[in-house]
């Protein structure tokens, strides 16, 4: 007989692998099914070594700007592209044991393999076709393996993977996704990135950091467009201060490949073409759901987009059936699907008082340098809704700790009703933005208003007084400005 459990999440990346924990604490016989790394393209791919390696590059920008702080420094300071990889891989393989802790931890079952869901309540898992092959990523102990499963609830939690543009698909030598932009085995001379999203920018200045050539090529009109514009334009004039080269409103048409270089053929909004030449292109024009071979269509589960639909709490069309995660859609970021986990779980466990995920209250953060944050509405979008609004900016420039940590480049911009005196959104670019966003954050989950934040009492000297005094400019009230 096929072994049941209450919960089967498939997919072990931050939103599987929480919803798995959540599930056992609410007391639920949970088991997970992988087929390739533990913790899935966040711990392995994604997050968390693209911030090792973009620790690496801080810390070398720091080294060669010694002279701004008064220090001497003897000898040359430079990239070594095999320790810089190594200690990115050795961060990444320290989570992914970490989870399958974390899994033996919570007594979760863990099932190895790929999984086909054959109909509501059973799925049948089969060899898996990505076996495990980098050394710093094993097997967990005691998994189980092929055969069928039922479950009185299925939790899609597969993730996504790099979308490629047809005449311009990926080669893993000359055309990169963020897979071999991760771990290159030296460095080059000259890149190419294709798309100025998150993933691209990260990439782009982390290798501009190591002192690579780097051209960006966006087909928008700016740099990271799902943020708000005036703080791009602000990023990008630092980014092209450190030497990227940055096209807008421009776009890849056809590369041609050489030995070891490729070109592309880049077409400006004025109808005109340029010839790149790089050693390399990373392509970054966004992911894609994993929704192929889980036998979604023949259950007549609804997808839209290459991501499964799904409801604030994960629910399907199909009863008993959720997705959670990159899987369901965007905001892509592996924050919203350790959210999404715990609602879905908590909904399917019966919690009173479940609120469905607010998609409009997800942080967005891009590790660049400089730095890029946000939450809620831009200011173009909240005068698309017709909103009447009041925004307010405060400059990193007329804030003494960031002047004291020489960091002066950036601003915080807030957005408010000018009715109700709703905090509409937060943007923000500059040192450390991305960990400055939550005050804000937490201030909309709180429906806090203008009047509260004023009253709040910030530390001195800090770069979160920014936050406060962008508020009072909103109001006609910034006291260091």
Not at 133 to 145: A, D, I, S
Not at 224 to 246: C, N, S, W, Y
Not at 322 to 327: P, Q
Not at 418 to 433: F, I, R, S, W
Request: charged share 25%; glycine share 12%.
């Amino acid at each position: 007989m096929a072994e049941s459990y209450d919960v089967i999440i498939i997919g072990s990346g931050p939103g599987g692998y929480v919803a798995a924990i959540r599930a056992s604490q609410l007391g639920l016989k949970t088991a997970i099914v992988e087929r390739e790394h533990m913790g899935g393209i966040c711990l392995n791919w994604g997050c968390i070594p693209t911030k090792a390696l973009l620790r690496s590059a801080e810390v070398l920008d720091h080294a060669n700007h010694f002279k701004d702080f008064g220090l001497v420094l003897e000898g040359t300071v430079k990239p070594d592209a095999k320790a810089v990889v190594g200690r990115s891989r050795a961060v990444s393989a320290r989570l992914n044991a970490g989870v399958g802790f974390l899994m033996k931890k919570n007594k979760i079952d863990i099932i190895w393999g790929e999984a086909k869901i054959t109909k509501p309540g059973e799925i049948v898992v089969g060899k898996s076709s990505k076996p495990v092959v980098e050394p710093q990523h094993p097997l967990p102990k005691n998994v189980k393996g092929e055969g069928t499963y039922n479950a009185k609830h299925i939790i899609i939690a597969t993730g996504a993977r790099p979308r490629a543009l047809p005449g311009i698909e990926p080669d893993g030598k000359l055309i990169w996704t963020y897979f071999e932009a991760l771990k290159p085995d030296a460095l080059p001379k000259s890149l190419i990135v294709m798309g100025s999203g998150a993933i691209g920018i990260e990439f782009a200045s982390f290798y501009r950091s190591m002192g690579v050539d780097v051209t960006v090529v966006e087909v928008m009109p700016t740099i990271m467009p799902v943020e708000d514009a005036e703080i791009t334009a602000i990023a990008r004039k630092q980014l092209e201060k450190r030497g990227l080269k940055i096209f807008t409103s421009a776009k890849v048409t056809k590369v041609e490949k050489g030995a070891g270089s490729i070109t592309a053929h880049v077409e400006t909004s004025d109808g005109k073409v340029q010839q790149i030449t790089a050693d390399r292109m990373i392509s970054a024009v966004g992911v894609q759901g994993n929704i192929e071979n889980l036998g979604l269509e023949a259950l007549g589960i609804k997808t839209d987009r290459g991501c499964v639909v799904a409801d604030g709490y994960g629910k399907t069309n199909v009863a008993g059936i959720y997705a959670i995660g990159d899987v369901a859609g965007p905001p892509m970021l592996a924050h919203k699907a350790e959210h999404e986990g715990v609602v879905c779980v908590e909904k399917i466990a019966g919690l009173p008082h479940v609120h469905p995920t607010d998609k409009g209250k997800v942080p967005g953060c891009t590790y660049c340098n400089p730095q890029v944050a946000s939450v809620g509405l831009t200011e173009a979008k909240a005068k698309e809704q017709g909103r009447d609004i009041r925004v307010g900016r405060f400059s990193f420039a007329a804030n003494g700790k960031a002047i004291a940590l020489g960091e002066d480049q950036g601003m915080v911009k807030v957005i408010f009703d000018k009715k109700t005196g709703e905090l509409l959104g937060a943007h923000m670019v500059g040192a450390e933005v991305t960990e400055l966003i939550q005050g804000f954050v937490v201030a909309m989950n709180l429906e806090t208003t203008e009047e509260e934040l004023m009253h709040t009492i910030f530390p001195h000297p800090t770069v979160s007084e920014t936050m406060k005094e962008a508020v009072l400019d909103a109001y006609g009230r910034v006291l260091n400005a």
